[in-house]
Each structure stands twice: as C-alpha cells, then as structure tokens.
C-alpha cells in the first residue's frame, strides 16, 4: 500500500504498461478478470463467524465476535458495529507492529462505510434494552498475506464473516437482565455488498490489481455496491485523479463485476446458509 | 439506522433547513495569510465552519528517513478542535482525523509540483476551528489557498464542494444536520484547470444514475468554489501591489529586485 515508499525498476513499469496497451496484463490476464476467489467460512469456532478469503495470493482472515454493549448516545436504539483491520508483519515486509497506519484505518473504515451504508446488518435488531443495552458487532480483519486489492478481499471476508456470524437467543426479564437460551440465531443480514476496487494505469481501467501493478498505479476508487445494484460507498485512493467520464466508466465496471463476484460467492455459500437454519 | 425526526422535513417548499435552496451554496469568505509565522496560511469560513490552514515548506523533513530521493514529502494534518463540535471532541486524532488526513493529503498532492524539491518535506496542518459539516471540503479549499500563499509551485488550484442526497432531492453542500440525517453525501475536489477529480467519496445510498447527478452537482460547486478562490488570492495580491506602483512614480529606479 501507498505508505511504504515503491521504488520499481523502470523496466517492470514498462512491461506492465505494454501489455496493458495489448490489453492484457503481466499474469496473463485480462483487464476486467479477477484472480481466483476462494472462500472458507466458519473456520474458526470461538469466533462468532469467521470467513477467509483469498484472490489470487492475497489472504484476508475476518473474524466476528458480538458482545454486550452500550449504544452511541446519538442512535439509543440501534447495535454497533466496529471494523477494525491488522496490518500484521506476517503478511507483507512493509507491515511493522505497533499501532495502526493510516492505510490500516483507511481500509478499515472504507470496509465499514460499505457494511454501514447498504445496511448488510439490520443495527435496529441489535437492541436488547434502548439506550441502556444493545449488541456490539466487532468485525476484525487480520491480513495474512499481502499480494495486491487489500480493499476487496477484506470487504468479501468481512461480510461472509458476518453472515456466518451466530448469537445466542435470549429474553429480556423486567428488570433489564438478559437470560440466554441455547439456541443460536444468525446474526440480522438484509444486503450484501461487494466492494469493487478500479484502479487507473495510464489510460487503462483494471481491476484486482496484483502487488507488482499496485506499485505503478496512478488512482483507484473502491465503490461498494449493494444487492440492487446501489451505489453505497466510495473512496478514491493514491494521489492520482479521474476524469468525470472515467468514474462513470469506473462505476459501470464496478457495478457489473460486484454482482458477478456476489452471485459466484452466495453460490458456495447460500446452500450453507440455509442448511445451518 | 434510525432517522430521528422523520417528520422534520429538511426540504419544504424547496426550501432548506437554513434558507438555500437545493443548488446552492453556502456563504463563503476566503481570508489569504491571517497567520504571521506559517509560511503560508489561508482561514475559511464557509456556511458555519470556521477553519484555518497552514502551510510550511519546502523545508527539512522530520524524521529525516521520511525523505524522497526524488520528491518532495507531503504531509497533511486534518484536526479538529475539541470545541468544534456539538459535544467535546477529544483532542488527540480519532480514526476519522486520520482518514480525512489521509484523503485531504491525496486531493492536494497531485496539485503540487513535488519532484522541483526532492528530499525536502511540505506541510499542511488543517484545523477546523467550528464544524458544520462538510469540513473536509472546505479544509481542502483553504490548505489549496494557503499553499498559494506559501509560495509553493502548483499546476492548478483544488476545489472542493459536496453533494448529497435529502429527502429524496439530490442537492448541493449539505450542512450538519442534512449530512446526519440525509441519506447520502458525495465529497468532491477537482482541479478545475484538467477537471481531473483529486478527492471521490461516497456515503450513503444512491442509484445509479443519483450517484452520476450528484457528481454533477458536485462538480458545479467546485468550479463555484474555484472563482471565489481565484477572486480572494487576486484581492489578496492585488492589494499588496498597490503602493508599490505609487513609489515606481515618486521613486523610480529603487525596485525591479
């Protein structure tokens, strides 16, 4: 990412951007094609969900926990959800320990804005006593390893993560005390947004963008886009700019390949899903 | 998320919560080098926000391993005062701070030749004295100002102006309340020389066809915001001239430095 400094050889630059010009890339691949895109959810049992994804070589691991909480002040009766992202050593050399970097809070609140904005968790079922008591949703994002499009990889784990996510069921006495049952419930899901980064080289539009094109990219806009095709977050990155026209071109790529990635995805997933109702 | 007062309606009669009507801007005032020390500086006042900025450089950066080898090193502070906001802020910066330092640092940059000072750092520090929402907008217009008046090499200015989405209506520069309880704001900064687009951001939900509205919109405000960044600094140096061509006559040979 932009924070540790790139230094490419002028030679890779050049191969990169002369293979864009006979519209293909480095790894063969076209433009608009995606690396592989596995998934593997619930891998984890302590966690209330988990899911790790993988495009290509980049490795993002999502881990849910629901915890008793208090409400913001301002939204009484409404759960939180926090986002949060590790930019661990283990996954790049330009990551160090400590506390996080301004591209570790960047991602993570971009992948916030897109779970915030299309309403992926219905927040208002989330509240067990207003203003006193709701759940609290933490979403935490452990990067393993570190090949290229960070954004999209981390907003796949985080909401898979999050519909796998189970709480226990329970009943609210007079008093305010919660009583758990046995049962568990999944947590309430109503959209599933994808997060599409479009990166901009030369004149050239791309997507999922590897490690050694990330290093020469000029601009890219992450857009989230929900189930209906709406537009729910944006966020440009890097220092480069777009035209109007190339955000409209931008947008239109992002749009289609958030719902060819969603219906690929929920393939593998949603037997699971309704098999664990 | 629940909407508070949904039956306060933040449009009525085409008329907003604070008078404008939807494609207008708030009042802006552009003051050029309130500060004595910066070497550059620039204060906003736009709508309610109340926001300095300050420019140092080019000049050593610190920590010194920071340096490019091949350009200069930009960094950007966005900061809000603890008294800024509604209820306290703390004053160290939140998550949010550091993302809007983040987005304000790559709106700016491409507007700044950075390759003339290799191994030397500029400086923005961006204070939002009071905020009445869309902040980053104008924190971005006036660091652009105050980078003029440090004398830094630009290709062009950055403007910057938001759209949003209230009560159904797609309308321009939302204020505080429109930006809580609307349903979507789309923060824009341009360089209005290329049209190239420096600061994209999108909260909220929009269609398709809302969004490329809203952009639109957006991109009307900042061409708005650029002539009356183009009128302060004109005002600004214009001024500063003036006595200097009263001495050319009585005094003749003494400048020309």
């Known amino acids: ?277 | 998320m629940p909407k508070k007062a949904k039956s306060e309606k933040l449009i009525r009669r085409g008329v907003r919560t604070d008078g404008r009507k939807i494609h207008d801007l708030r009042n802006i005032k552009i003051e050029v080098g309130p500060l004595e020390r910066a070497d550059g500086s620039a204060y906003i006042e736009w709508g309610n926000n109340k926001i300095l900025a300050a420019v140092y450089g080019p000049r050593e950066v610190h920590p010194r391993h920071l340096a490019r080898p091949d350009r200069a090193f930009f960094r950007c502070r966005y900061h809000m005062a603890p008294f800024s906001t509604t209820e306290r802020k703390r004053p160290a910066p939140s998550r949010r701070e550091r993302e809007l330092s983040k987005v304000t640092r790559v709106a700016l940059e491409p507007s700044i030749l950075t390759k003339l000072y290799p191994r030397a750092g500029i400086d923005v520090f961006i204070e939002i004295l009071q905020s009445d929402g869309g902040t980053r907008c104008a924190g971005i217009t006036a660091a652009s100002i105050a980078l003029v008046d440090a004398g830094i090499p630009m290709k062009d200015l950055v403007a910057a102006c938001a759209a949003g989405k209230i009560d159904g209506k797609i309308v321009l520069d939302l204020n505080e309340v429109e930006d809580q309880e609307g349903d979507a704001d789309v923060p824009v900064a341009i360089m209005p020389r290329t049209g190239g687009i420096s600061l994209l951001q999108m909260d909220g939900i929009l269609s398709q066809t809302e969004f490329k509205e809203a952009l639109e919109l957006a991109l009307e405000g900042c061409k708005q915001v650029y002539e009356l960044q183009k009128e302060a600094l004109t005002k600004a140096y214009v001024q500063e001239e003036a006595p200097v061509k009263d001495e050319e006559k009585s005094e003749g040979e003494e400048q020309n430095e």
């Open chain 1, 1 to 277: 990412m932009s924070d540790s400094y790139k230094i490419v050889a002028k030679i890779t630059k050049k191969q990169i951007a002369d293979n864009l010009l006979k519209n293909t890339r480095i790894d063969g691949r076209g433009l608009l094609d995606y690396r592989e895109i596995t998934t593997e959810i619930g891998l984890l049992e302590k966690a209330s969900g988990s899911a790790l994804v993988s495009i290509g070589k980049t490795k993002v691991l999502a881990g849910v926990k629901v915890e008793m909480g208090e409400p913001y002040p301002d939204k009484p009766d409404a759960g939180v959800l926090t986002v949060n992202v590790e930019l661990t050593p283990l996954a790049s050399p330009s990551f160090e320990p400590g506390p996080p970097s301004e591209d570790a809070i960047e991602l993570a609140r971009v992948v916030d804005r897109g779970i915030r904005e299309s309403k992926a968790v219905d927040l208002n079922k989330l509240c067990i006593v207003p203003g006193k008591k709701v759940f609290v949703v933490f979403v935490d994002l452990n990067v393993l390893n570190h090949s290229g499009n960070l954004f999209d990889t981390s907003a796949l784990a985080s909401i898979l993560a999050l519909m796998n996510a189970k709480t226990r069921e329970y009943t609210v006495s007079k008093g305010g005390q919660l009583k758990y049952k046995k049962s568990t419930t999944h947590l309430p899901i109503q959209n599933f947004p994808v997060e599409v980064t479009v990166a901009k080289i030369g004149e050239k539009m791309v997507v999922d963008v590897s490690l050694e094109e990330e290093a020469v990219i000029d601009a890219q806009l992450t857009i989230a886009v929900g189930k209906d095709n709406e537009i729910c977050a944006i966020q440009k990155s890097l220092i480069g700019t777009f035209s109007q026209d190339e955000v409209h071109q931008a947008l239109q790529i992002a749009t289609d390949k958030a719902k060819e990635i969603r219906e690929k995805v929920l393939r593998g997933v949603e037997g699971w899903l309704e098999g664990k109702e």
